[in-house]
């Protein structure tokens, strides 16, 4: 096939990238074996080893520890790790060593890194507003852990990367303008064609494991739609198209939760515990 620099190429040539990127992936993933996200079902590709993602999730939560300043606060400490560990309690991984910490900083984001290490910035904590709402954070984090989204992310950067080097072998004797459009067009393509799309359906179910979480843990999972609609309302600046996004919409967010809600229902009627929206997160101060 003869690859030229017109416009009218451009299409075509993406969407042959996009294929051999989805298509590289899939075959990564049936020989890498049938793994599967614990809850949703849902077969991944990893090619990292679980313990591996934690012993690096444990190095980086050592370098963040360092690097950031840890609330003083105790109300916030003692209500997170609370939280924390009623999600904990629901998650089926014992063998993680959970640990909470809230995080002086005006960003509203929250993490897990692999292994169970839990942080909360303390700008996230104006849109939680209750136990609830800090549920509805602390169990998608949660989700993202224990469905190994970290591992999942890594061995789709190296499949892209064995795509842009199977590549570079077959054309290493077109001419390097040639090689150029085709290697950008791929990481490109990649990128916004499957990368992201990942990315994207990892928040979601990320979401939907969190939903859950919350639910079983003994919170309301009624509250989960209500944050997102508040996060979207509360965040500042235009958000960037979802194509472009790590990240689904907030409004998507909240409409899919809406769906899930009568399983999620179920399973809080059924807690150990109903706590409903729990306390209010106190003032700071």
């Known amino acids: 096939m003869k690859i030229v620099s017109s416009p009218a190429s451009v299409p075509s040539l993406l969407l042959a990238c996009v294929l051999l990127a989805g298509s590289l992936i899939g075959l990564l993933s049936m020989i890498s074996g049938c793994q599967t996200v614990p809850m949703t079902e849902r077969r991944q590709l990893l090619l990292t080893s679980e313990q591996r993602e934690n012993e690096m999730g444990l190095q980086a939560w050592g370098e963040i520890l360092k690097d950031e300043k840890v609330s003083a606060n105790k109300a916030w400490e003692q209500m997170v790790r609370r939280v924390g560990q009623r999600i904990a ?7 993680f060593q959970w640990e909470f910490q809230v995080i002086e900083s005006d960003t509203m984001n929250a993490f897990c890194l692999p292994g169970g290490k839990v942080a909360i910035y303390t700008g996230i904590l104006p849109v939680c507003r209750d136990e609830a709402g800090l549920a509805v954070v602390m169990s998608h984090e949660v989700g993202h852990a224990i469905a190994r989204h970290g591992g999942e992310r890594m061995s789709y950067q ?15 004797n077109q001419e390097e303008q040639k090689q150029q459009i085709v290697l950008t067009a791929y990481g490109a393509a990649s990128q916004y064609g499957v990368i992201l799309p990942y990315s994207r359906r990892h928040e979601l179910e990320a979401d939907e494991i969190g939903l859950q979480l919350m639910a079983e843990a003994g919170y309301d999972p009624s509250v989960a739609p209500e944050f997102w609609e508040r996060f979207s309302s509360m965040k500042q600046g235009d958000a960037p198209m979802e194509f472009l996004s790590t990240h689904p919409s907030d409004a998507r967010r909240a409409a899919a939760l809406r769906e899930l809600l009568p399983s999620a229902m179920n399973a809080y009627k059924s807690a150990a515990e109903q706590y409903g929206s729990g306390e209010e997160i106190p003032a700071a101060g």
Do not use: C, E, F, H
């Open 89 to 95: 309690a629901v998650a089926g991984r014992s063998d």
């Open 158 to 172: 190296t499949a892209q990367n064995l795509g842009k080097t199977a590549i570079g072998m077959v054309m290493q």
